[in-house]
């Protein structure tokens, strides 16, 4: 199974602060990346698919980057609605997998 | 706008079988593109996959769950349903299916139902 891990798994920032938030993959998966969005009680959103695209709807703070076994999920102002919990998830194979989680805290 | 629902009882006791079904409106899965797939959350912690099937009736599970996974599909009621067999307390969670377009991920999601295992 491809391993992905996350960091931080907590990160503290304030409104229009710029954060940027790691997923590691212990293989490459190309591009097949995506990075969702949860805030509690609510099911994940996706934001980011193949690792740079953004869905349709999402805000343009937020952006993706990477390639192989290495990337990053960036917000680049902080909104209030902003503060959830981020996963990013590879589908280049199957088991697919999920990072355990980054929680963005209000600082 | 697509939407789908996750439906099934929510409290099951050990050792018996979990079953969920999950029932997609304003839209299909019944393409090429799409897949059917069931994600689990236990109370606090993260995401896990649990399986995913094809409109044609592949499917692709997760080992971890040592082969106690089916999932199936009805795509004249576009319905799809998942069955977890001899359950434990670890099972509980919140089950959410989702479609997944290929290349792009998990792109909609029922609200979740919470399961809970418990005699």
């Known amino acids: 199974d491809i391993q992905m891990t996350q960091s931080p798994s907590t990160l503290s920032a304030s409104v229009g602060d710029r954060v940027t938030i790691t997923c590691r993959a212990s293989?490459?998966?190309?591009?097949?990346l995506a990075w969702y969005q949860q805030k509690p009680g609510k099911a994940p959103h996706l934001l980011i698919y193949?690792?740079?695209s953004l869905e349709s709807g999402v805000p343009s703070t937020f952006s993706g980057s990477g390639s192989g076994t290495e990337f990053t999920l960036t917000i680049s102002s902080l909104q209030p609605d902003d503060f959830a919990t981020y996963y990013c998830q590879q589908y280049n194979s199957f088991p697919y997998t999920f990072g355990q989680g980054t929680k963005l805290e209000i600082k | 706008q697509l939407q789908l629902q996750e439906s099934g009882p929510g409290l099951v006791k050990p050792s018996e079988t979990l079953s969920l079904t999950c029932t997609v409106s304003g839209g299909s899965i019944s393409s090429s593109s799409y897949y059917g797939g069931w994600i689990r959350q236990p109370p606090g912690k993260g995401l896990e996959w649990i399986g995913s099937?094809?409109?044609?009736?592949?499917?692709y599970y997760n080992p971890s769950l040592k082969g106690r996974v089916t999932i199936s599909i009805d795509t004249s009621k576009s319905q799809f349903s998942l069955n977890l067999s001899a359950v434990t307390a670890a099972d509980t969670a919140v089950y959410y299916c989702?479609?997944?377009?290929?290349?792009?991920?998990?792109?909609?999601w029922g609200q979740g139902t919470l399961v809970t295992v418990s005699s």
């Open positions: 293989q490459s998966i190309s591009s097949w």
């Open positions: 193949k690792a740079s």
């Open positions: 099937i094809y409109y044609s009736g592949s499917t």
């Open positions: 989702a479609r997944h377009q290929y290349g792009i991920g998990f792109d909609n």
